[in-house]
């Protein structure tokens, strides 16, 4: 319950508004609704949402806030939302905050006691997941994967024995590199679900195991373009525990006649596991 002098009962409200990441037809009424009575509309680009603005026939004044400026701009929202003018946030396409800006404004703004009310609608890695036949009781969402050919393998290596879903946001010109780096650190039948161009007219979804998916995207013409979703399945909870099983046995050996560090080498070649991962789990075993 609101104090009598909650800032939340005497300000404005800063509004995150989901919108379309394709179809302009899945924007809601309510988002609608919202836009055309909020003081101000903070975008991602305002050039951009300002041509979803003219197809909703919506004049609003609007800012520009986006990575490169939100800590500067982000106190300019909040003194709006002081002077109790409502605000809405959005992004590109899809809802702020998810692998989009607005993270350093909504904390700064909840910290401050103003209220932050979400307005529904698309994101792309639910609209994925929903489509694409694989596990949901558990994902793990991970945003974009690093450009860099060694941490983007890294990452990858450390994800190898989750159990989750695994999702990824992807740009076209990395989509085949990644896909295949997939396949060499996490098996070449690690099952695979891309999702492309969601909500629009060339909308495709590649599925199977990664290699196959691999190939089938190189031999597409419209492979490289669009924006991707990339979902792979997690190992079961039985390969899991295999799996540590059979670490746990391959160190034992190593480290009866090795230091840690060459147990650990050694034991990644034999495992096709992350070396980090093993020499951190040799040093446990040492310790035991």
């Known amino acids: ?133 694989l596990p949901t009781d558990r994902f793990l969402f991970e945003g974009f994967l690093s450009a860099k050919q060694g941490a983007r393998k890294a990452a990858l290596e450390r994800l190898a024995g989750e159990s989750a879903t695994l999702v990824f946001y992807e740009s076209p010109h990395r989509i085949v590199d990644t896909v295949r780096e997939i396949e060499r650190v996490m098996g070449a039948e690690r099952e695979l679900v891309l999702a492309r161009e969601l909500t629009k007219t060339f909308e495709t979804f590649y599925a199977g195991a990664a290699s196959r998916v691999g190939d089938e995207l190189e031999a597409d013409p419209h492979g490289s373009r669009g924006e991707f979703v990339v979902m792979v399945h997690g190992v079961s909870d039985a390969e899991s525990a295999m799996g540590k099983v059979e670490i746990d046995r391959v160190l034992g050996i190593l480290l009866k006649e090795l230091p840690v560090k060459k147990a650990a080498k050694l034991g990644a070649e034999l495992t096709g596991r992350p070396k980090n991962e093993l020499y951190q789990r040799a040093l446990e075993l040492r310790v035991e």
């Not at 041509?51 to 106190?75: F, S, T, V, Y």
């Open 1 to 133: 319950m609101n104090s009598e002098n909650d800032p939340s009962e005497q300000s404005g409200t800063l509004y995150i508004v989901a919108t379309p990441i394709g179809n302009l037809e899945d924007f809601s009424p309510r988002a609608a609704s919202i836009l055309s009575r909020v003081s101000v509309i903070a975008a991602e680009d305002t050039r951009h949402s300002g041509r979803l603005l003219q197809h909703l026939g919506i004049r609003k004044p609007m800012m520009a806030l986006h990575d490169h400026n939100e800590r500067d701009k982000a106190g300019l929202v909040l003194d709006k939302l002081a002077a109790s003018q409502d605000v809405a946030l959005i992004s590109d396409a899809g809802t702020p905050l998810i692998s989009d800006p607005g993270y350093v404004l909504v904390r700064e703004a909840r910290a401050r006691g103003f209220r932050v009310s979400p307005v529904p609608g698309a994101c792309a890695l639910v609209a994925a997941l929903s489509a694409a036949g």
